[in-house]
């Protein structure tokens, strides 16, 4: 089952403006990651903001994560047509010994020129 | 690019035969772990592999069976295919002290 939930599912914007994505999950976490997958082929990280941290940034990307509320969200900024792709967000729970990714379902992210 | 490389990119098969997709990892990462995508879904973790062990497994039936080489590179084995097989297999390498996953570009599997 997923761990994770994105919000929204789906998102159209055009380009130059910002786009925000959020991702919920259940249990605690060692660390949290967002991916890149552009047309259903391997994905790409990103990021990746451990569970003492509060805020990160790269390049065009700001991540946050709020434990207590158990959510991140990912914001682009400036975006381009390029950033058309599936965002998903994936945790590494604190509990057991390997370091397996418990991905969400994603968000399409849909940027026009 | 990763470095992650997987072979085939494509497949068709049909029920009730077995698959194996092949997985060679980033230079230097020792863990190779292995998800299932199925369509407009997120990647769901199989199992992973740290020096030719299987460290970590999800909810997946025992016909789902891998193996890591010397060299670190994997396999992943389907036996008995069902419909529901169909999806995209992704392969991931990382160190096993970082938490860093590289993807390869991964295998479509089409069962029919």
């Known amino acids: 089952s997923q761990q994770g939930e994105e919000d929204p599912q789906a998102l159209s914007i055009q380009e130059g403006e910002n786009a925000t994505m959020n991702c919920s999950y259940k249990?605690?976490?060692?660390?949290l990651q967002w991916y890149r997958q552009n047309s259903g082929r391997g994905l790409v990280h990103l990021i990746l903001?451990?569970?003492?941290?509060r805020e990160k940034h790269s390049g065009r990307l700001r991540v946050t994560l709020d434990t207590s509320k158990k959510s991140s969200s990912l914001l682009i900024t400036a975006s381009r047509a390029a950033d058309t792709a599936s965002y998903f967000c994936?945790?590494?729970?604190?509990?057991?010994?390997?370091?397996?990714?418990?991905f969400g379902s994603g968000t399409r992210l849909l940027v026009r020129p | 690019e990763t470095g992650v490389t997987q072979s085939p990119t494509h497949l068709i098969k049909t029920r009730g035969q077995q698959v194996t997709l092949r997985c060679s990892s980033q230079?230097?990462?020792?863990?190779v772990s292995w998800y299932q995508q199925a369509l407009g879904q997120g990647p769901q973790f199989i199992f992973q592999?740290?020096?030719?062990?299987?460290?970590g497994r999800g909810n997946f039936p025992p016909r789902f069976s891998g193996l890591q080489f010397p060299n670190y590179s994997s396999e992943l084995n389907v036996n008995a295919l069902e419909l529901d097989d169909s999806a995209l297999y992704l392969c991931?390498?990382?160190?096993?002290?970082?938490?860093?996953?590289?993807f390869g570009p991964g295998t479509r599997l089409l069962v029919l």
């Open positions: 592999y740290y020096r030719e062990e299987e460290n």
């Open positions: 249990t605690s976490i060692n660390n």
């Open positions: 903001i451990r569970s003492n941290e």
């Open positions: 230079s230097g990462h020792n863990t």
């Open positions: 994936a945790t590494v729970p604190s509990e057991g010994s390997s370091y397996k990714l418990i």
């Open positions: 991931a390498s990382s160190l096993w002290d970082r938490e860093t996953q590289y």
